[in-house]
């Protein structure tokens, strides 16, 4: 990103100054998300089964519904994971490791994973970790046909936001490559171990083929939920990315995350997760403290704002163009390439 952006003349004293008061949680709020989280959730399950019973079409919205606390158990986990949740450690690795298991997540695993995206997001020289898989414009024209195919497949809308979280839930989750420390072995093994419990428990208790259709339904629709939210906020128009000499922390918070913002009832479901720029540049202000940190401050607003039926323009993004800073899609991709070929001066024999 060029110099002369929106970031360059923030106080960046006072933007510390600003969000200082908000990063406190509140453990009446915290046990209050808990309680009007966990009860619901629960109570929806067993009105679910007994509408699976009468008919699948009936239990259809319950289990869409039953997908949106799904996602707010996985925002409580992800606030646990930045120690942002309670102030004690102790009770943020607890309710992580719980919620974890509610939601098919090693916590300690994925804890170190989301740091790392943290401290590298929207640095082209360290990408990878926990990210959206991006290549820029060179890469891809380098790239052997193999690796371009299995990109444009990873791209794809059905992949990403369906082949892929499930991917993510029944294998990658759920096994070791070795590359994990101790601690994060550790973590997925007993989260293997929690949700064998409870998957051989409901089975029991209800019969596996109602757990299946209840349980895999309703944590497909979150998932794709939750990835598209990911996706969305760090692939708009106009996003920065910037190589590491030039990568600047702030800027990449501000410019790299989008305020997706999203009506009442969806922000409720998500935890306010559309305040991304702010939960990036603070993950220590929790959830409920967000909306209240981005309208204290008008430093804020220089983060895109996006709302839902302008993020659909999202899935038209697949490469980072590093001459004109700015993601295109392949369509422009092939134009920009055709226009080259055809710029090119004929030779003559």
């Not at 102790?90 to 997540?105: E, I, K």
Request: charged share 20%.
């Amino acid at each position: 990103m060029p110099s002369g952006t929106d970031t360059d003349n923030i106080d960046r004293r006072a933007l510390r100054q600003a969000m200082k008061s908000h990063q406190n949680p509140d453990p009446k709020r915290s046990i209050w998300q808990l309680i009007n989280t966990i009860i619901p959730y629960v109570g929806l399950w067993v009105l679910t089964y007994y509408a699976v019973g009468y008919s699948v079409w009936l239990a259809a919205p319950l289990i869409v519904l039953l997908a949106g606390f799904q996602i707010r158990l996985f925002i409580i986990f992800h606030d646990c994971g930045h120690s942002s949740f309670f102030r004690s450690q102790r009770a943020n690795d607890f309710w992580g490791v719980v919620t974890g298991v509610l939601t098919f997540t090693p916590y300690h695993f994925w804890r170190m994973q989301h740091a790392r995206h943290h401290a590298t997001s929207g640095n082209l020289d360290e990408r990878g970790d926990g990210d959206i898989w991006m290549m820029t414009v060179d890469e891809y024209v380098r790239a052997p046909w193999m690796q371009r195919l299995r990109y444009r497949l990873y791209r794809n809308p059905f992949v990403m936001l369906l082949l892929g979280p499930l991917f993510l839930t029944l294998v990658s989750n759920r096994l070791t490559d070795g590359a994990e420390n101790r601690r994060e072995r550790r973590s997925i093994y007993w989260t293997n171990l929690g949700i064998l419990a409870v998957v051989v428990s409901a089975c029991w208790l209800i019969g596996w083929q109602e757990y299946m259709i209840i349980q895999f339904s309703s944590m497909l629709l979150a998932q794709a939920a939750g990835v598209w939210l990911f996706y969305v906020q760090h692939q708009f128009e106009g996003v920065y990315w910037a190589r590491g000499g030039e990568w600047d922390f702030v800027t990449a918070s501000l410019l790299g995350g989008s305020f997706y913002d999203l009506p009442r009832v969806l922000r409720w479901f998500t935890g306010s997760i559309g305040y991304h720029h702010i939960h990036h540049l603070n993950p220590k202000i929790p959830n409920y403290n967000l909306a209240r940190c981005h309208e204290d401050s008008a430093v804020f607003r220089v983060s895109k704002r996006t709302g839902v039926l302008a993020s659909l323009k999202a899935l038209r993004y697949r490469l980072w163009d590093e001459d004109n800073a700015r993601l295109i899609s392949f369509g422009e991709y092939r134009r920009t390439m055709a226009k080259k070929r055809d710029s090119r001066p004929v030779t003559s024999s």
